[in-house]
């Protein structure tokens, strides 16, 4: 009988059907500092206040995605810059999770938008950079940057 518990479990272990378990992996995850790793495998390590992201601290995602600065109520908020996994970086002011304020949007190929954001989408005037150094001014109205 016990070997055929040990199967069972082992072939539902196999399939992805037992729980997988999100859990505080270091520290403190509720007013302090610590390394909190979800399920899908994304993993937050900084500062926390009521159980969420609060003060400075890192967020990875699973798909490489990664948040480096300031965090309110579990939201990016305030300084901080967003790197995808495909190259594209934000460096700049967050409000409530978005882009909102001053910033620069950095492209893959090296080309760089500077200007400012309100709810995750330029807005306004701006100067566009291109990789070999060209500076151009540029009215953004739209393009949103999220996650």
Known sequence: M???VSILILLLA???LLPAFADCEKGDCTNGEGTYVWVDGARYAGAWKDDAPNGKGVMTWSN???YD???AKGKRHGDGVYSKSDG???QGQWENGYPHGNGTVTLPNGDKFRGQWKNGASEGMGTYTTR???VMPAV???NFLGR
């Open 2 to 4: 016990k070997i055929t």
């Open 14 to 16: 196999a399939s992805g």
């Open 64 to 66: 490489g995605d990664k």
């Open 69 to 71: 600065g300031d965090w």
């Open 88 to 90: 594209l970086t934000y």
């Open 132 to 134: 070999e150094g060209l």
């Open 140 to 142: 953004w109205n739209g």
